[in-house]
């Protein structure tokens, strides 16, 4: 049999226009460095499963009981998705068909929440100190139907204040308590959450999408022996392709399945979960390990390298794939300092920092990331390296000189750690 995936020469051919521009972001992958946080490089074998003929097939239901004919291969990729879900994470029950991070928030809700009824809270972390759109944002559906009360982290520690988060639980009885954020670096005490979901009655949801990798690789607690669900995105730390999976206990799966199918999706998108599945047996390798180590070795050695170079790392550091680094030490807010940075071919995000006195358009912040740079073999001197071309960046950011100079370096860097060569 010919094996039939994605085919560079036929886009090239049937859509010039898409395969310039698709060209063109390979291009800006390759001279770019990385470190926006939540973002990395799929592997070819994950791109694979994604450009093939699966994408044509419908297979609504799940793997034995589908609505349609002619599922027996696709169920045996989603099969091997689940069972390398459950196996690597050591869960009761996977679910690998939500299409996205909000799709498989959006079937927590459906799950357990009945819309409009502020008798049943959700206590989450407020969005400002790295809690996520589908955590309550008033302008998303979790916030505008749901009902959320927020936490903070301590104003003098920057890290999580568990008694608040008690004092908070027992004042509001909540039926979910929800943990996992989008810009908090440290380690988050799932036993501690666990205890005070238990003590008023709560079902404990973990987001882990930014971490869930870092859990693969043995280098970060894994959420799965304390929570009821756990949710994450499938692209970030995992590095595997575009979407998402939810994992519970047994006595909520019939509940999670039907949320996300039919409860919120239709058909699901087989030649994601095979990549999804790729992804997994990735994961459970050797060389995943070392990823994961490198990863959080790297995000502590920018850290380190930045507070030399004047930038105050909130928390006063990381446990894990990112930091948030306080950018108004060197004159400069989060948003200004995001376009110098991308003048000079680093990507990362602008972000705020907990009590940021700035508002979200112009923050005091910006996150950094380590995975994408870890995935390409960057280690700690890299790190060091990285760290002094952003410090001259933001110390001189009208100096055309120096930008001339860091371009320089950051091409060099690019070019010992090439991407997809
Ligand atoms: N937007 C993602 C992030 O950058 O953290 C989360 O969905």
């Known amino acids: 049999m010919k094996g039939y995936v994605a085919d560079w020469e036929a886009l090239q051919r049937t859509d010039p226009e898409v395969a310039e521009a698709i060209a063109g972001e390979l291009e800006r992958e390759r001279t770019t460095l990385r470190l926006i946080a939540s973002e990395n490089y799929a592997s070819p074998a994950v791109l694979a499963a994604l450009g093939s003929t699966m994408t044509n097939k419908y297979a609504e239901g799940y793997p034995g009981r589908r609505y349609y004919g002619g599922c027996g291969f696709v169920d045996v990729t989603e099969q091997l998705a689940i069972d390398r879900a459950k196996q690597l994470f050591g869960a009761d029950h996977a679910n690998v068909q939500p299409h ?7 079937a927590v809700f459906g799950a357990f929440l009945q819309p409009r009824d502020p008798s049943e809270k959700v206590l989450g972390m407020v969005l400002a100190h790295g809690g996520h759109l589908t955590h309550g944002s008033p302008v998303n559906v979790s916030g505008m139907w749901f009902h959320f009360v927020g936490y903070e982290v301590d104003r003098e520690t920057e890290r999580l204040d568990m008694d608040r988060v008690r004092d908070l639980a027992h004042e509001h009885r909540p039926k979910i308590i929800l943990a996992g954020y989008t810009a908090y670096p440290r380690e988050i005490d799932f036993g501690a959450f666990r205890q005070i979901a238990d003590e008023v009655g709560a079902l404990l949801w973990v987001d882990a999408s930014h971490f869930m990798g870092l859990v693969a690789g043995g ?16 692209h970030k730390t995992l590095r595997g392709p575009r979407g998402a999976m939810i994992l519970c206990r047994e006595e909520h799966a019939q509940a999670i399945d039907k949320a996300v199918f039919p409860m919120m999706q239709g058909g699901p998108l087989e030649h994601c979960i095979a990549a999804k599945a790729v992804c997994l047996k990735e994961a459970m390798s050797e060389g995943f390990r070392a990823y994961a180590e490198r990863t959080v070795r790297d995000a502590r050695a920018i850290a380190a390298a930045l507070a030399d170079e004047g930038l105050r790392i909130v928390s006063g550091g990381t446990d894990s794939h990112l930091l948030l680094a306080d950018v108004r030490p060197l004159g400069l807010d989060g948003k200004r300092s995001e376009a110098v940075l991308d003048e000079v071919g680093i990507a990362l995000n602008k ?10 358009s112009t923050p005091s912040g910006i996150r950094i990331g380590t995975p994408a740079v870890a995935t390409l073999g960057m280690d700690e001197p890299e790190m060091r390296e990285v760290a002094s071309i952003v410090g001259e960046v933001l110390r001189s950011p009208d100096d055309a000189g120096v930008k001339d100079k860091a371009r320089a370096r950051v091409r060099d860097l690019m070019q010992r750690y090439p991407v997809y060569p």
């Open 100 to 106: 996205a991070g909000a799709q498989a928030n959006l």
């Open 219 to 234: 280098v970060y607690p894994s959420p799965v022996p304390y929570a009821d669900v756990v949710t994450f995105t499938t």
């Open 351 to 360: 972000n705020q920092i907990p009590y940021d006195p700035n508002p979200p």
